[in-house]
Structures are given as C-alpha cells and as structure tokens.
C-alpha cells in the first residue's frame, strides 16, 4: 500500500465501497487556531483541501475570494500554514491534507524549498489551478514519484481530448471540475456532466471526484453512481461563516454529509 | 511537455485553469492561420486606413528638437480614432473573434481606453461587448464609462482586492473561463496566457512598420534611439518590434516611478519587482515577501499595473532594451512642455516617454535621432492634470 496519507485513505474506501468526502477551507480564515480547530472537529471528512490564500485568486468565486481576502489581512501566509500543519502532524492529526494554491505562492517560495517544507510538515498533495499540464514539469520533477507529497490533476468538462494526457501517471484522485469557470455557482454544472464524468471515470484508473458548486449530498445524487467523492469548497465555508467558525457546525455538517453520502 | 514556443527565454507560458487550455490552443490555431492568409490581412489594413485613419505621422517636434539639440521625431500614435494605439490591437483581435465565429466580447480596462477601443469595434463589427473596469477606475474615468455605454457595451464595476485594473483583469479572466465556449476576450496590454502576447505584438507592430519606413524617407537611416512608455507594454512592443533585430538601434521603455521607485507608490516592475505569475503569464511583478502582488501607483491609470509583458521581460533580461523610471512629477513636467512648445497635448502615459527623451537628449548630438511613440492623446486626462496643476494632488 502507498505511504500516500491520500491514497492510502481512498484504498481503504474502495474496500469498504464508500464514497469519498472532502472539504475545503481557506487557511487562517478567520485565525490559524480556529483552521487548526475545524480540521480536528471533522471526524467525518475523509480528505480536507487547505487553501493557502493569495492576493489575485483567478480560479475561485466571491466566497473563496473574499475568505482569501480577510484570510490575507488577518496574516495568514505559506509559512504560518506550514507551521499549522507541522504542529497539526505532532499533535497526531492523521487526515489526508491537501494544499490547494496559485503558482505564484509556490514560484515565490521556490520549487525545491516548496517541495521540501510539504514533506517535512506532512502535506499529502497539491491542487494548482493555475498550473494546466503544460507548465507542470519543474513541479513534477521537484516532486519525483515519491509518496510524501502528490500532485493532484484537474479537469474539466471542455479538456475532452486532453483528459487521458492529463492522467497519464496521475496520482491520488482526479479533481473533475463540474462547470466552466470559477469555485461557488450554487449546483450549476455544465449542461454535458454527465457524459463529462463518465467519460472520466472510463479511463482513470484512480478515483474520480467532483468538486464546483455542491452544497448538499442531494446536489449530486444525479451522477452518484459515477463518481468516487465529491468536494465542497464555497459552500463549507459558508456554513462555517453562518456558525461564526464554531468547530461544533463543521462536525455536524460533515457527518450529515458523509452519512448521506453512504445511502 | 512544455509548449517552448509559448516562452520569452523563461518568460510567458500559460499559466490559467485547465477549463481554459483548448480554448488558448484554438485562438492560437485560428490566430497563426489568421495571419498567413492575405485576405485576413487586407482586411485588417483595410480597417486600419479607414476606421482608424493610418498611417499615423512621424512628426519632427521642431522646437523641442532645437532646445534640446537633437532630431525628437514623435510617432503620432494619439491621432488614431478613440485617441491612442489600443485600437491596432482591437480591429486585428475582433477580426479574429469574428473569424472564429465568436458573437461576444469581453474586456478589461484600467484607464478606459481599451476599454472604448473594444466597445468601439464591438459597435463596428455588431458584436455584444461586456468591459470589466475596477470600481475605482470607474469613479476616476467616468468620461470613458460614459463612452463605452454609449457604445452599446455593458460595464461592470469590479468590487474585489484593490478595485483597478489588476482585479478588473481577474474578473475578465473569470468570466472568460466561464463563458469561453461563445465569448472571445480581447487582451489589450502585452500580457496574458500565451498567444496573447503574441497577438498583442503582432497587431501593433504597425507602429514601428511605419515609423521605420517613415524615418528612412526622412533621414535616409535608422533612427538611433526608439522609445516609448511601458505599462502592460502595448505601445512599447508595437514600437519596438521592428527594430528588434536592428542591433545599432537603441530600444528605450520608460516605466511609471509614481512618487519615486524608493517610495511604496510606483508601478516599477522591472526597476522593483522580481519574476512571478500573474494573468497567466511569468514575468516581473512587484510582490511582496509571501508572493502577493502589491499594489501599482502611477499618476497615469494606464501604467498603473503590477506587471509588464514577458516579452519585455526577456528585452530586459538579454540587455536588448533599457528600461527606464520617470516620476509621476517628470511626466507631468514633460506634458506641459511638450503642449506648451509643440502644441500637442499628450497622454500622461505617453508622457513619461517624453520625459526620459529630454533626459537621454543630453547625450546626443543634433545629427542623431530618436522616436518617442507618443501612444495616445491627453483629452481623458484634463481632470487629473487639472487637479494636479491646482496643487490637489490628483484623482489616484
């Protein structure tokens, strides 16, 4: 079995039959203690997705814009994010994390120190938006095949032809986006998703996963039976907004979630 | 795996979502078919001599040329329909949307000026054009806002990070990733996922096609310096292009120093920034230490941009052009001394180019020569220069 935090997690998944739940929040929104808090309070969530906050987020809607926004002026940065995570990975916190951040954080820090800090502080992946497979090799080649940190690979419904590239020697899960466009759009996908996700799902051999635009377990009953997980992102952090970031509502809605999920 | 031909050494690339990568990759077909077919072409020169009213002159600036002892040519860029270069790139972009067979356009502006330059060709060429301006340039430019309504165009006032034209781009590039499937974005700085540089260079490269043929009929040689103004780097590749490969000429871009490249408030990429990815592209950004972009700030909101052009970049890096800084307070200087001796009111941006070629004049001799492209005229700007000149400090 790969010593992957995320691979090992969705192998254990696929021999129970479950589907895959993953969360995403901005780190430091609204401290790095309450990230800390909310990560810990979703025993339910199978993988989180942390979002490192950048000044000109091009891939997100207003919800993650705006959190990256007061995430930004409260402090948060890169390296307070590693911090977290290296105090979360001594305190025990075993979940699969993901980082999900813009090119220029990672350009700015520099590849290989990037690189570095993610397998020191136990980042199990990364999810680039802005970084298609054209512009992945020095990325890939930092990263080499070793199982500390992978990079995970997005489509979406017009990549079409360029799908089976992008997965040649994937890793992890295949982040399929629902919609054109931006995070957020409040269940809106493309007109062709579900076709889109089949056509995804025939030829990745890794779990498929849909992200853009879910709210509810409800909001992807239609196409359920295709895909291996889904991911909220906007929507989460809205619960947790209307909560005011109390870890109790991240709990309740990621077990109603996750439970949902397994009907 | 790397697209090489989408770099400038190790500047540009496409640095977008992957929901965006056919479409690059079809405008990119459609552009380089474009451009080696003959009736593409004439009809883009078509439009520029007839809409636009090219050639634009190569003027000798007679009294500046004596008081600072050198030939100061001005590339008359300002007398073009809407006021300014921006237009070039509009006609041959639109050109291409409609080859494409794409029925909308969408737009960034920061100053307005591409703004109207597009909502000007969309009313032109019938097409529904929706322009993103940042709220505070909305507020400080609400002539051009008015103009592009006018024009039939929808703009919307981009209320997210710093409000001007950076958050204006990313709001475009958004809607762009949305709505890719039946809408063209038309870049107007020499920024932006590849092809669009390219592009960008390609259709204002007439600036310096001209001038080059102008300034051998005049002086029956090169020119032997060419500048111009560098904010995103529209004007300034258009002018340099074809004397790139002319080693003996030097190439001159004049960056926005605001209140000084040692102060916070300027717009000095290349003089203060260090490369990073932006909009798609790699080039140099002023940013801070965790890689947030800052803040631009010039007097002129056409250079008020945190970038420059890869390609520039790439000039920059190889020594092939000099980039240079001039303070909001230089520009302002050399607008009334270029309107007051010649009779030509420029834009504050194109402003900063004639400041630094009073400044390089000193080094030359009354037989030698320099074009300063002169981008685009300073009808748009009276407010600003009006409050500057009252002492107010200005609308920025």
């Known amino acids: 079995m790969s010593a992957n935090r995320i691979e090992k997690r969705l192998s254990e998944l696929k021999e129970r039959n479950e589907k895959t739940f993953i969360t995403y929040i901005t780190a430091g929104l609204p401290s790095m203690e309450k990230t800390a808090d909310i990560i810990k309070a979703q025993k339910s969530t199978d993988i989180i997705e942390l979002g490192i906050p950048f000044s000109d987020p091009i891939a997100d809607g207003p919800v993650i814009q705006q959190a990256s926004y007061e995430a930004i002026l409260a402090g948060a940065s890169l390296n307070?994010?590693?911090?977290?995570?290296?105090?979360?990975?001594?305190?025990?916190?075993?979940?699969?994390?993901?980082f999900m951040l813009y090119y220029n954080t990672i350009a700015n820090c520099g590849i290989e120190r990037f690189v570095n800090r993610c397998r020191e502080c136990g980042v199990d992946g990364l999810i680039v938006p802005d970084l298609p497979l054209e512009e992945q090799d020095s990325m890939k080649q930092a990263l080499g095949g070793d199982d500390a940190t992978i990079l995970i690979e997005l489509v979406s419904p017009v990549s079409k032809d360029r799908i089976p590239g992008i997965l040649e020697g994937a890793r992890g899960f295949v982040y399929c986006v629902s919609a054109m466009g931006v995070t957020g759009g409040a269940g809106e996908f493309h007109r062709e998703v579900t076709d889109y996700l089949k056509y995804v799902k025939s030829v990745s051999k890794i779990p498929v996963m849909m992200g853009f635009g879910i709210r509810e377990a409800s909001d992807i009953e239609p196409m359920k039976n295709?895909?291996?997980?889904?991911?909220?992102?906007?929507?989460?952090?809205?619960?947790m907004r209307d909560a005011d970031f109390d870890p109790k509502a991240a709990k309740e809605y990621?077990?109603?979630?996750?439970?949902?999920?397994?009907q | 795996m790397m697209n090489s031909k989408a770099?400038?050494?190790?500047?540009?690339?496409?640095?977008?979502?992957?929901?965006?990568?056919?479409?690059?990759?079809?405008?990119?077909?459609?552009?380089?078919?474009?451009?080696?077919?003959?009736?593409?072409m004439k009809e883009y020169h078509y439009y520029l001599?007839?809409?636009?009213?090219r050639e634009t002159p190569l003027y000798l600036a007679e009294r500046l040329s004596g008081k600072y002892g050198t030939k100061i040519y001005l590339k008359r860029e300002d007398l073009n329909h809407t006021g300014a270069h921006k237009i070039n790139n509009v006609i041959g972009q639109i050109l291409l949307a409609k080859r494409m067979g794409k029925k909308k356009i969408i737009a960034e502006t920061g100053a307005g000026q591409h703004g109207v330059a597009t909502a000007t060709g969309a009313a032109l060429f019938d097409m529904e054009c929706t322009v993103y301006m940042g709220k505070e340039d909305v507020k400080r430019q609400a002539l051009n806002v008015m103009r592009m309504e006018m024009l039939g165009a929808t703009v919307v006032s981009v209320e997210s990070g710093s409000n001007t034209l950076k958050d204006a781009t990313n709001e475009a590039i958004r809607t762009w990733a949305k709505t890719a499937e039946d809408t063209f974005y038309i870049i107007g700085s020499a920024i932006g996922p590849y092809p669009y540089p390219k592009m960008v260079r390609e259709f204002q490269a007439v600036i310096s096609r001209e001038a080059k043929k102008q300034h051998m009929e005049a002086e029956g040689r090169l020119p032997d310096v060419v500048m111009a103004c560098v904010g995103g780097g529209s004007n300034s590749i258009g002018m340099f292009a074809d004397f790139i490969d002319e080693p003996e000429v030097e190439l001159i871009g004049v960056e926005a120093a605001g209140k000084g490249i040692d102060t916070d408030e300027h717009a000095a990429s290349m003089a203060k920034g260090r490369p990073g990815v932006l909009h798609g592209t790699r080039s140099y950004l002023l940013q801070d230490d965790d890689g947030n972009i800052q803040l631009a700030h010039s007097i002129s909101a056409g250079l008020d941009y945190p970038g420059v052009g890869p390609e520039h970049a790439y000039l920059h890096d190889t020594g092939r052009a000099k980039?240079?800084?001039?303070?909001?307070?230089?520009?302002?200087?050399?607008?009334?001394?270029?309107?007051?001796m010649e009779g030509i009111i420029p834009a504050i941006e194109s402003a900063h180019a004639v400041a630094y070629a009073f400044k390089k004049a000193k080094e030359m001799t009354k037989d030698q020569s320099m074009i300063i492209c002169l981008?685009?005229?300073?009808d748009k700007d009276v407010n600003t220069i009006s409050d500057y000149l009252a002492g107010k400090g200005y609308l920025n």
């Open chain 1, 80 to 98: 307070k994010t590693f911090e977290l995570m290296k105090r979360l990975r001594s305190e025990g916190v075993e979940k699969p994390i993901v």
């Open chain 1, 226 to 239: 295709i895909i291996d997980g889904c991911i909220v992102g906007s929507h989460f952090i809205n619960v």
């Open chain 1, 254 to 262: 990621t077990d109603r979630f996750k439970e949902e999920l397994k």
């Open chain 2, 7 to 40: 770099y400038y050494g190790e500047y540009g690339g496409q640095f977008v979502s992957e929901s965006l990568m056919n479409t690059l990759n079809e405008i990119d077909e459609a552009f380089e078919e474009a451009i080696r077919d003959p009736e593409f």
């Open chain 2, 49 to 53: 001599k007839q809409y636009v009213g």
């Open chain 2, 323 to 340: 980039y240079v800084p001039i303070t909001d307070e230089e520009a302002m200087d050399a607008l009334m001394e270029l309107t007051q």
């Open chain 2, 375 to 378: 981008s685009g005229r300073g």
